[in-house]
């Protein structure tokens, strides 16, 4: 299905998963219990949920031993540090398998063969630690200003044996960084038009960006579109339709 709009071509595609404010749209875990705000799930509630999780997931998504064995190092990790810091929203930890690992993946089905991806504030690793899992033969940076979380990935890029820098910076300083890439990718990180704005000024009109999105997006893009040109795909989900993959290209800043 394909949709003209005033700022570029639009086109919708169909079958995929979840998004973005999903990072922060958290459902209660099993054995979760609230008082004034979210309490975290018991470590005991965490492990039988997470059991039950790579289970579902491994009967949805058909990958390889070896890409199986750097996922269950990412979610061992993700489990362990997020008992010091919060990577995650503490209340998905448990269902981080769908909420977290198979909506990455959901991002990196609709990639393009790549040598060198650059992800923006990447936080617990999400997309960016799932796509490396996936492409242990291209490099996947991660642009992340907390240095704890930097601390974090760069510990799990080493124990999964994947490639790719973790720069401890903001994206507003990370140009260099940015200009390398054939990709960009970003999840839960800002509206459209904020991230459009971060990277113009480093990518090439053949950069192509990926951007995990929640309900919002429908106004993000119609907020985007006054001020950028671009063309998109709308890749859209299965399971929840109001969460997108956007797949850009071709942006420059509207003239007009
Ligand atoms: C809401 S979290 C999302 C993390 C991850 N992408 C995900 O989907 O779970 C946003 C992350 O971006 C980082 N961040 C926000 N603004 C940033 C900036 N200007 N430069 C670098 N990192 C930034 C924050 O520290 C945080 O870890």
Request: charged letters at 30%; glycine letters at 6%.
């Amino acid at each position: 299905m394909r949709r003209d709009r005033p700022g570029g071509r639009f086109h919708e595609r169909h079958g995929d998963k979840r998004d973005d404010d999903r990072a922060a749209r958290p459902r209660p875990a099993a054995g979760t219990r609230r008082r004034s705000g979210a309490k975290s799930p018991s470590p005991v509630d965490v492990a039988a949920q997470q059991s039950e999780g790579r289970a579902w997931f491994l009967s949805h998504y058909d990958v390889s031993r070896e890409t199986m064995q750097r996922l269950d190092i990412y979610v061992r990790l993700l489990t362990e540090w997020q008992a010091r810091f919060n990577l995650v929203a503490p209340s998905t930890i448990g269902d981080v398998w769908r909420r977290h690992v198979a909506d990455a993946m959901s991002l990196e089905a609709r990639l393009p063969k790549f040598s060198q991806v650059v992800d923006l504030g990447s936080g617990g690793g999400l997309p960016a630690l799932v796509i490396a899992a996936c492409r242990p033969d291209a490099a996947v940076d991660m642009v992340e200003s907390s240095h704890k979380k930097a601390a974090f990935l760069a510990a799990a890029q080493r124990e999964m044996g994947v490639t790719g820098r973790v720069h401890p910076i903001r994206i507003e300083t990370a140009g260099a960084r940015i200009a390398r890439a054939d990709i960009v990718t970003a999840r839960a990180l800002a509206p459209l038009a904020d991230l459009l704005a971060m990277v113009a000024p480093h990518i090439s009109r053949e950069t192509r960006c990926f951007f995990a999105k929640g309900r919002s997006h429908e106004q993000e893009i119609d907020a985007a579109t006054a001020h950028w040109r671009f063309t998109m795909l709308i890749h859209r989900s299965a399971l929840e339709d109001d969460s997108v993959i956007l797949e850009l290209a071709d942006l420059a800043a509207r003239a007009d």
